[in-house]
Structures are given as C-alpha cells and as structure tokens.
Nanobody, 113 residues
Framework: QVQLVESGGGLVQPGGSLRLSCAAS????????MGWFRQAPGKQREWVAS???????TYAGSVQGRFAISKDGAKKTLYLQMNSLKPEDTAVYYC???????WGQGTQVTVSS
C-alpha cells in the first residue's frame, strides 16, 4: 500500500509562488495517474491538476497557466508549482492517485497580504 505525504504549504503574498511536494512510500507509484486537489474553508474538495503516464497534464480552468504539475519517479515524488497565487487559491492541498477515496493530511496554503 502506498502512503502519500504532502508538504511545502505556507503563507504567501498575492502574486507569490510556492512548490508543493507529495512524497510516496511503498511501491506502485510509477504508471499511475495522480492529481492535486484542494479544499477551501466551507467548500467541497475540488480537483486542481492531473498527470498521467502518457499525454499532457490537465488543469482546472482556475489554475491553468499558473500551476504546473510534475513528478519524479525515481524520488517517488509529485510536485505542484504554483505561481501568481491569488487569495482564492487559499485551501488545504492534497495529492492522490486518481480514483482513490482515502486522503492524507494535506498541506495548508494561505495567500494573503
């Protein structure tokens, strides 16, 4: 069974950048579609971006052009580079394999001046 641990969140001013990491332990990391998701206070968890073994990553319209998802198979780590951050990006960010229903602790991202 693979465990995922998110990190890299924090407080950043509008227009700033952060890079989130998602470290996987165990096997079965390679070849599986993965994604980043987020949940803002009082809202449902929403999909942010996905990355696949083949083809281009996909992004929610609200982050298209600002966020970039990538992964390093050798390090078993998924990343989310977030640029031009906006206050509405404030949320707890989670990584997961697509289709999985159990979630980790996530990492808090707060965009505020």
């Amino acid at each position: 069974q693979v465990q995922l641990v998110e990190s890299g969140g924090g407080l950043v001013q509008p227009g700033g950048s952060l890079r989130l990491s998602c470290a996987a332990s165990g096997s079965s990391f390679s070849g599986r579609a993965m994604g980043w998701f987020r949940q803002a206070p009082g809202k449902q968890r929403e999909w942010v971006a996905s990355i696949f073994s083949y083809g281009a990553p996909t992004y929610a319209g609200s982050v298209q052009g600002r966020f970039a998802i990538s992964k390093d198979g050798a390090k078993k780590t998924l990343y989310l580079q977030m640029n031009s951050l906006k206050p509405e990006d404030t949320a707890v960010y989670y990584c997961n394999f697509l289709g999985e229903s159990s979630w980790g602790q996530g990492t808090q991202v707060t965009v505020s001046s």
